[in-house]
Nanobody, 124 residues
Framework: QVQLVESGGGLVQAGDSLRLSCTAS????????MGWFRQAPGLERDIVAS????????YYADSVKGRFTISRDNAKNTVYLQMNSLKPEDTAVYYC?????????????????WGQGTQVTVSS
């Protein structure tokens, strides 16, 4: 069973930065693509970014391109989401997820394993 544990959320002001981390218990972490999703109250869980197993290929939602960066350290079984120039509309619960393939995925149903989520709140 794979366990994912996120950290790094919090309350910040617009324009600030945060870095989220997600550590996985998977033995072969380097074989799996990872994704970050977010869900605001009353809305669906949407893709934020995804990264291939070796970190070569990344995908970003249009709303975060140029502001967020996904990266991974396979030696530490950890994926990161660096969030810069945060906006109030970035406020949501952020989830990391693991996909049982090497390639990026853009929809929630492609990811069988999920973390518990971490709250990010951006005040104006």
């Amino acid at each position: 069973q794979v366990q994912l544990v996120e950290s790094g959320g919090g309350l910040v002001q617009a324009g600030d930065s945060l870095r989220l981390s997600c550590t996985a218990s998977a033995r072969t972490f380097s074989s799996y693509a990872m994704g970050w999703f977010r869900q605001a109250p009353g809305l669906e869980r949407d893709i934020v970014a995804s990264i291939s197993s070796r970190g070569v290929i990344t995908y970003y939602a249009d709303s975060v391109k140029g502001r967020f960066t996904i990266s991974r350290d396979n030696a530490k079984n950890t994926v990161y989401l660096q969030m810069n120039s945060l906006k109030p509309e970035d406020t949501a619960v952020y989830y990391c997820a693991l996909r049982l393939t090497t390639m990026v995925g853009t929809t929630a149903d492609e990811y069988p394993y999920w973390g518990q989520g971490t709250q990010v709140t951006v005040s104006s």
